[in-house]
């Protein structure tokens, strides 16, 4: 199994980003799938999730208007656009797959990529 995410990097603010989640070796299709981050010091908080088929997204209220969760389920990716972003949304972000199939199943994290929001 593997979940990796990718697209971080620095950017000054107001500045926009594209990160990337791929996953492979589970049936992407029976995972809601969410980004998380961490700042420095700073508990891993809720970003953004999207339901198994893509119908319904769900956005922490501060991020509303900013960010933009999507999947493609063709290509076992799930993608978050970061607009105007800002200092603080400087953090490591992280990707989760969670297994909404009927039946057992694993939840997954990825390793995370940083995002850096600095002039």
């Known amino acids: 199994v593997h979940v990796v995410e990718s697209g971080g990097g620095l950017v000054q603010p107001g500045g926009s980003l594209r990160l990337s989640c791929a996953a492979s070796?589970?049936?992407?299709?029976?995972?809601?799938m969410s980004w998380f981050r961490q700042a420095p010091g700073k508990e891993r908080e809720f970003v953004a999730s999207i339901t198994n088929t893509g119908g319904s997204t769900n956005y922490a209220d501060p991020l509303k208007g900013r960010f933009t969760i999507s999947r493609d389920n063709a290509k076992n990716t799930v993608y978050l656009q970061m607009n105007s972003l800002k200092p603080e949304d400087t953090a490591v972000y992280y990707c989760f797959a969670k297994f909404i199939g009927l039946g057992l199943g694993n939840n997954y994290w990825g390793q995370g990529t940083q995002v850096t929001v600095s002039s």
């Open positions: 070796g589970f049936t992407f299709s029976s995972y809601t």
